[in-house]
Nanobody, 124 residues
Framework: QVQLVESGGGLVQAGGSLRISCAAS????????MGWFRQAPGKEREFVAA????????YYADSVKGRFTISRDNAKLTVYLQMNSLKLEDTAVYYC?????????????????WGQGTQVTVSS
């Protein structure tokens, strides 16, 4: 069993930066694929970024490529999402997800565990 707790969300102006974190419990964290998804009001949950257990494979949605950076610290059981050059359309609840057998990281249904989410609001 893995429990995920996101933190670091908040209000930021367009063009600004924010780093959100996801703290995990469970000894198997280091073997899991970790992903970030987001859901804006009235929209479906969408893939943002994912990282393999070793960190050597990283995936990004086209909408965040070049602006967001995903990373993980297996010793701290934490995955991060550094968000730069934030845009109004990045406003959403950001969810952390984990899965032991994720073959296609952008597919939400492949993840077994989810956090409660952290709100990121970008203002003009």
């Amino acid at each position: 069993q893995v429990q995920l707790v996101e933190s670091g969300g908040g209000l930021v102006q367009a063009g600004g930066s924010l780093r959100i974190s996801c703290a995990a419990s469970g000894r198997t964290f280091s073997t899991y694929v970790m992903g970030w998804f987001r859901q804006a009001p009235g929209k479906e949950r969408e893939f943002v970024a994912a990282i393999s257990w070793s960190g050597n494979r990283i995936y990004y949605a086209d909408s965040v490529k070049g602006r967001f950076t995903i990373s993980r610290d297996n010793a701290k059981l934490t995955v991060y999402l550094q968000m730069n050059s934030l845009k109004l359309e990045d406003t959403a609840v950001y969810y952390c997800a984990a899965g032991p057998s994720v073959l296609t990281p952008l597919r939400a249904y492949e993840y077994d565990y989810w956090g409660q989410g952290t709100q990121v609001t970008v203002s003009s």
